[in-house]
């Protein structure tokens, strides 16, 4: 089945937010961790193996009712002591009997076909194809300019006093305060991302694998967003 929509990004459980509309296959996933294969023309590459789906079709939503045409999306089935009442009997409502961990919602263009209960598969991708992956980075605490912007920091020479400081930050009169943007020590990490124009290497649909050319956003276990590249197209696709 061959689902088709752009996916709010959200992974955190909490409510669906709007996001972007667009008529583009869309998954839920995990990463599982980056290994090798070989290609078609007998080159090694490096993939990232991402556990897309089986997403289950959680609620439909259509422009007479609730003032948008979209899809919600459940994966991965958390445990019934740890899910609350309300998700539980918004599972049921889908004819699920577990709640998902992670809901996520798919805007779409034209009203849904598909139904609440449906399930999604790898099978709305296909080899070679480009894809967009988006999820959240490793966090690294908090850290410094040096190492957070790559600031070139202080003399390194003994006595100096000054090695990896920010050293200034605005001026005195003029403008009289700090710039907005201004490159601060602070937490490094943990934030969205979105890695476009991937290349899906291969497709094991039995075990809802998708082997993705280079590395994505996360750790492993992380969950993460596949969908179809919104830019780039295959070479030779028209």
């Given at each position: 089945?061959?689902?088709?929509?752009?996916?709010?990004?959200?992974?955190?459980?909490?409510?669906?937010?709007?996001?972007?509309l667009?008529?583009?296959?869309?998954?839920?996933?995990?990463?599982?961790?980056?290994?090798?294969?070989y290609?078609?023309?007998?080159?090694?590459?490096?993939?990232?193996?991402?556990?897309?789906?089986?997403?289950?079709?959680?609620?439909?939503?259509?422009?007479?009712?609730?003032?948008?045409?979209?899809?919600?999306?459940?994966?991965?089935?958390?445990?019934?002591?740890n899910?609350?009442?309300?998700?539980?009997?918004?599972?049921?409502?889908?004819?699920?009997?577990?709640?998902?961990?992670?809901?996520?919602?798919?805007?779409?263009?034209?009203?849904?076909?598909?139904?609440?209960?449906?399930?999604i598969?790898?099978?709305?991708?296909?080899?070679?194809?480009?894809?967009d992956?988006?999820?959240?980075?490793?966090?690294?605490?908090?850290?410094?300019?040096?190492?957070?912007?790559?600031?070139?920091?202080?003399?390194?020479?003994?006595?100096?006093?000054?090695h990896?400081?920010i050293?200034?930050?605005?001026?005195r009169?003029?403008?009289?305060?700090v710039?907005?943007?201004?490159?601060?020590?602070?937490?490094?990490?943990?934030?969205?991302?979105?890695?476009?124009?991937?290349?899906?290497?291969?497709?094991?649909?039995?075990?809802?694998?998708?082997?993705?050319?280079?590395a994505?956003?996360?750790?492993?276990?992380?969950?993460?967003?596949?969908?179809?590249?919104?830019?780039?197209?295959p070479?030779?696709?028209?």
């Open positions: 089945m061959v689902f088709t929509g752009n996916v709010n990004v959200g992974l955190k459980k909490r409510k669906p937010s709007t996001y972007r667009a008529m583009i296959n869309t998954l839920i996933g995990k990463k599982i961790g980056m290994t090798q294969v290609d078609a023309q007998n080159v090694l590459v490096p993939v990232t193996v991402v556990e897309a789906g089986p997403n289950s079709v959680v609620q439909v939503k259509t422009l007479e009712i609730d003032g948008y045409n979209a899809v919600q999306l459940g994966f991965s089935a958390q445990k019934a002591k899910a609350s009442k309300a998700e539980l009997n918004h599972a049921k409502k889908a004819g699920l009997e577990v709640a998902p961990r992670v809901l996520s919602e798919v805007r779409l263009a034209d009203k849904p076909t598909q139904k609440a209960g449906d399930v598969t790898v099978d709305a991708f296909k080899e070679g194809q480009l894809v992956i988006t999820g959240i980075t490793k966090g690294k605490g908090f850290a410094g300019v040096v190492k957070r912007f790559r600031v070139a920091g202080g003399p390194a020479t003994h006595g100096s006093m000054f990896r400081r050293g200034s930050i605005g001026m009169q003029t403008p009289g305060r710039w907005k943007n201004q490159a601060m020590p602070g937490h490094m990490g943990q934030v969205k991302r979105t890695l476009q124009n991937l290349t899906v290497v291969k497709i094991v649909a039995e075990k809802n694998l998708i082997l993705v050319k280079g994505i956003p996360g750790a492993n276990g992380d969950d993460v967003i596949v969908r179809t590249a919104i830019k780039g197209q070479k030779g696709a028209k």
